[in-house]
């Protein structure tokens, strides 16, 4: 009997690589622990108002707003519209962001892990975890953190793509840009940093070939959405062209605010750039700065490019590549501590940076828990009124955007008449609902005898407004009314007035 022995090259079947648990959960507790850290401070702000308004509606009456505006926060709105059917308020508002945020940081340290080994993942998870502008989005009720959870699991799955050649990892890989990009369509620019990859890695056609077929199925799933949202563009109409600020602002966000914590920062990352370790996978120059440059670089680089011609760009829409440069700090600490003879150099040097970039920017951590953080803060402005107003009194909203304080805190305006609302908020398919028209706007306000006026805070000159209801609400508190009382706070005032 003749035997032949087949030899099958290792390369073609990679050993699986474990990495240690303890690698993914202690960046995630320290993200986790961060994010919980003051969660409840500060009450909602307006952009919070607007995801509360749109997830409290029924399928139905978030289905018509979508139509009319924020369609590109569409499943952002539908998931949260099941989390506060468990409970509604601020905290679990707030609290997919944290458990995102948490996510992300071990997501990171895998992909660390699998391209430079655990102590290069642990480190990274870590550098993600407590950067202050991480805590900032962690702790907002918004979709951005989402967006970054969706970013590095769709990096992940293009790395274990790459490395085992399974089309398993690229079927994940094409779910999961589908729908971070279904969460906020910019996060499509994700695509464009992934092909930056391969093409660094020098990927085979095979490879090519995999990932043009996820990106493809993804674009096509977000192309609906998109479509709509181009006639959408009021709700951004207040972005403007960004020039080397916006750049300088978004250094500073990602490697921190202190000037000289950011140049330690982008040193060590440079020093990921200057010496790169490379792995053995299937895409022989994969390595990690392969995937963590395109990453950092590529999404802020083509949204700011595009902002030349039509205003998109804001720091937030970019968020998802900060993880490139954590992963970038902790090669850099890798390599510049691997010419000592130390086995745990690694480690103790990772761990003076991370204690470098928490400890001395305990101030920003807690500046970002504050109402200053934010534009403004509706729970103060809401608790004015619910402390000082007497059943039978109006409310009036000098800007159309200040019912945010009634959407986020109905219960305080129990028993207040809004005196220029024609349709509410759900009827109407808008965010703050419809006023009457300037006529009917004037009788209804002259026969009220004390009105609560919600407006910005530096509100006490004249404004010329180009809304005839608007110029109406303030002729007529001025002519008939006198004001009594005035009360201001970060990002609003309340006003009363009683007629004459």
Same mark, same amino acid.
């Given at each position: ?23 993914? !959960? ?48 569409? !499943? ?29 940081? &071990?997501?990171?340290?895998? $992909? ?17 975890? %407590? ?22 699991? *769709? ?83 207040? $972005? ?42 299937? %895409? ?5 700065? *392969? ?5 950092? !670089? ?19 829409? %970019?968020?998802? &590549? ?5 992963? !970038? ?23 003076? %940076? ?26 103060? $402005? ?51 609902? *419809? ?66």
């Amino acid at each position: 009997m003749v035997t032949t022995e087949v030899k099958i090259p290792l390369r073609s079947v990679p050993m699986e690589r474990r990495t240690p648990v303890a690698t993914l !959960l202690i960046p995630a507790a320290t993200m986790a622990v961060l994010g919980l850290w003051g969660l409840g401070n500060r009450g909602l702000w307006g952009d919070e108002a607007t995801t509360w308004a749109a997830a409290r509606r029924t399928p139905a009456e978030l289905w018509h707003l979508l139509q009319n505006l924020d369609a590109v926060h569409g !499943l952002y709105y539908l998931l949260m519209h099941g989390v506060l059917a468990l409970r509604a308020d601020e905290l679990m508002l707030r609290l997919p962001s944290v458990l995102a945020m948490s996510w992300s940081a &071990a997501v990171v340290a895998a $992909i660390g892990a699998r391209l430079a080994g655990p102590r290069v993942g642990l480190v990274a998870g870590m550098l993600f975890a %407590v950067v202050p502008v991480v805590s900032l989005y962690a702790q907002e009720g918004r979709s951005y953190a989402l967006v970054v959870a969706g970013a590095v699991t *769709t990096t992940y799955f293009l790395v274990r793509g790459c490395e085992t050649g399974q089309p398993r990892w690229w079927r994940l890989y094409a779910l999961a840009a589908a729908a971070t990009a279904l969460l906020h369509a910019f996060a499509l620019f994700l695509l464009p940093a992934h092909a930056a990859t391969l093409l660094a890695a020098r990927a085979r056609a095979r490879e090519w070939r995999l990932w043009s077929l996820s990106a493809a199925f993804a674009v096509a799933v977000v192309a609906p959405i998109a479509w709509v949202a181009r006639s959408q563009g009021e709700a951004i109409a207040w $972005i403007t062209v960004p020039g080397w600020d916006a750049v300088t602002r978004l250094v500073r966000a990602f490697a921190g605010p202190s000037g000289w914590i950011a140049c330690v920062v982008l040193l060590l990352a440079a020093g990921a750039l200057l010496a790169p370790r490379r792995r053995a996978l299937d %895409v022989p120059r994969l390595s990690l700065a *392969t995937v963590a440059l395109p990453l950092l !670089l590529v999404p802020p680089a083509l949204l700011i490019a595009v902002s030349q011609v039509q205003p998109l760009y804001d720091q937030r829409y %970019v968020l998802y &590549a900060l993880p490139g440069l954590s992963l !970038l700090v902790a090669s850099g600490i890798d390599r510049l501590t691997s010419l000592l003879l130390w086995h745990s150099a690694m480690l103790v040097a990772g761990a003076l %940076v991370v204690s470098l970039v928490l400890g001395g920017q305990l101030g920003a951590q807690r500046f970002v828990r504050s109402s200053e953080s934010r534009l403004d803060d509706l729970r103060p $402005i809401a608790q004015v009124v619910r402390n000082d107003s007497k059943p039978g009194d109006a409310v009036l909203f000098l800007s159309g955007t200040r019912r945010k304080a009634a959407v986020a805190y109905p219960e305080a305006f129990a028993g207040l008449r809004d005196v220029a609302l024609a349709e509410p908020p759900g009827k109407s398919a808008t965010l703050s609902g *419809t006023e009457l028209p300037p006529s009917r706007l004037r009788d209804a306000l002259s026969r009220e005898q004390r009105v609560w006026l919600l407006d910005r805070e530096d509100s006490d000159q004249r404004r010329v407004f180009r809304d005839a209801g608007e110029r109406v609400k303030q002729d007529v508190l001025s002519d008939l009314f006198h004001r009594e009382a005035v009360e201001r706070m970060h990002g609003g005032s309340v006003h009363l007035y009683v007629h004459n």
